[in-house]
């Protein structure tokens, strides 16, 4: 089965085709980054409309880089939620327009399980059972995975996301949108430990996360730094170590807790090199594996949403004819497929 999967939730346009004998065929992302750049976020009419704009084309483009035609394709899968409706809108009609048109069977995927699973597209895939943290710019959740579509929440964030987290703390610092990648760049020029900022809530039990915290205690130090650049490069790398380490003190506990001995991380936040190197010594130390998705399927991209559908697809499951978007879609929602041992 070929699956042309398309990813506009938010403001990257994804488009992609997974092959269940071949793998993934050809996939092809357009990022809003400049459009939004000027309004220091995400805009969502803009969104939207550049979705329109640029879905067609990408999904031409992807077809011809895998020397294919429509008529090759043998299901739709689409993003359904969570996310922008106006922009989740875009998307689920185009892939439902091109299903009907040929009489081919189309889904509606949540965006979360997609990343959740799109390390399963690599050459070394992690083996159910595993614990995933899904770490982004409207998402933080810890999540024991013991199949496609068996999840069982274990910890989420209880105000901002870790990127979120990110992106507002970048502003404080003065720097462009979008913020955490920029972040990340100024913090590699700080010097450790100049700066302690708070690990927030891992002085309790539990898998929750909390870092509007983490902002105020930026503003506090950014009123007083003056224009240092090195400075705010110290600031800046105290801000992300004190994430890191809380990302990797919460996935330590919840290995230990669960008994599992494999970690995928995924979302945008996980291209974060300092995140990596934090992980990599806490597995090491706990004896356990982790897994990422390649860096250019880590943020929001067509690939993860194909392999998604694919596997759901190929067990038979459908989307009714009379499709629906959702902003809010809580992932432990979501039931097995049919065929629950694909993939």
Known sequence: MRVLGIETSCD???????????????????????????YGGVVPELASRDHVRRVLPLTEQVLAEAGLAREDIDAVA???????????LVGAAVARSLAW???????????????????????????????????????????QV??????????????????????????????????????????????????????????????????????????N??????????????????????????????????????????LVVAGGVSANRALRERFAVMAQAEDATVHYPRLALCTDNGAMIAYCGYLRLSAGERSAAAFDVTARWPLEGLIPPAGENVG
Do not use: W
């Open 12 to 38: 990257e346009t994804g488009v992609a085709i997974y092959d269940g004998s071949a793998g993934l065929l050809a996939h092809a992302v357009h990022s809003q980054v400049d459009l939004h750049a000027t």
């Open 78 to 88: 689409y993003t359904r939620g969570p996310g922008l409706v106006g922009a989740l």
């Open 101 to 143: 048109a040929r009489g081919l069977p189309a889904l509606g995927v949540h965006h979360m399980e997609a990343h959740l699973l799109a390390p399963l597209l690599e050459d070394d895939p992690p083996a159910f059972p595993f614990v995933a943290l899904l770490v982004s710019g409207g998402h933080t959740m810890l999540v």
């Open 146 to 219: 013991a199949g496609v579509g068996r999840y069982r929440l274990l910890g989420e964030s209880v105000d901002d996301a870790a990127g979120e987290a990110f992106d507002k703390t970048a502003k404080l610092l003065g720097l462009p949108y979008p913020g955490g990648p920029q972040l990340e760049r100024l913090a590699s020029r700080g010097e450790p430990d100049t700066y302690r900022f708070p690990r927030p809530m891992t002085d309790r039990p539990g898998l929750d996360f909390s870092f509007s915290g983490l902002k105020t205690f930026t503003r």
């Open 221 to 262: 130090l950014v009123r007083d730094a003056g224009d240092d650049p090195q400075v705010r490069a110290n600031i800046a790398r105290g801000f992300q170590d004190a994430v890191a380490d809380t990302l990797a003190i919460k996935c330590r506990r919840a290995l230990r807790e669960t008994g599992v001995r494999r």
